[in-house]
C-alpha cells in the first residue's frame, strides 16, 4: 500500500535518512538544530514536508514551499526543494507519485506555477523532472550564496 501524507514529529529520522542520500558530505548536526528546523517546517503554515510510504516505510520526501504573491491577481507560487526517493527503490515509478501528488497540493493552494532547482548534472535527474511536467526552458535561475 502506498500513502502521501505531510510528515509528522515521528517522521524525522526517516527523513533525515533520505536527506542523507540527497547530501552524502553534510555534517550530522549533534546540537538539536536540526530536529528545531525540522520543528520549525511542520509549524508553519505554508510549507509542507511530504513523505510517500510503501508498505509503511518511508521511502520518498519532497518539501513545498507556498509562497504569498502580489502579482498574477495576487496567486501564491510554489518552489519545491529536497526531491529524494530512497537509492533502494529509485526508478519504480514512486518518484513521479510523489512530484504528482505534491505540484496537486500547489494547484490545490492556489499556486500558478511552481519551481524547482536542481544541482545534479545527471541526465537521468533531468529527464526526471521533465517528465513530472517542469520545463527548463521558461526561466533562467541565478543562485548566490554568502563570500
Known amino acids: 500500500m502506498t500513502l502521501f501524507r505531510e510528515a509528522g514529529p ?15 558530505k553534510d ?7 536540526d530536529a528545531a528546523a525540522f520543528a520549525q517546517i511542520l509549524g ?23 509562497i504569498p504573491n502580489l502579482t498574477r491577481s495576487a496567486s501564491p507560487y510554489a518552489v519545491i526543494e529536497n ?8 526508478g519504480t515509478g514512486l ?3 510523489i512530484m504528482a501528488r505534491t505540484l496537486q497540493a500547489a494547484w490545490d493552494a492556489g499556486c500558478y506555477k511552481a519551481m524547482l532547482q ?10 526526471f523532472y521533465r517528465a513530472c511536467g517542469f520545463s527548463p526552458d521558461a526561466k533562467t535561475a541565478y543562485l548566490a550564496r554568502p563570500s
Open 27 to 33: 555534517p550530522v548536526l549533534r546540537d538539536g538544530s
Open 118 to 127: 536542481t544541482g545534479s548534472r545527471t541526465p537521468a535527474t533531468h529527464a
Open 10 to 24: 515521528d517522521d524525522f529520522g526517516h527523513v533525515m535518512r533520505l536527506y542523507r542520500q540527497l547530501h552524502p
Open 44 to 66: 508553519s503554515p505554508g510549507l509542507h514536508l511530504f513523505v510517500l510510504e510503501v508498505d509503511g516505510a518511508v521511502v520518498a520526501t519532497t518539501y513545498l514551499n507556498l
Open 83 to 90: 526531491v529524494v526517493v530512497d537509492e533502494a527503490v529509485r
Open 95 to 97: 518518484g513521479k507519485q
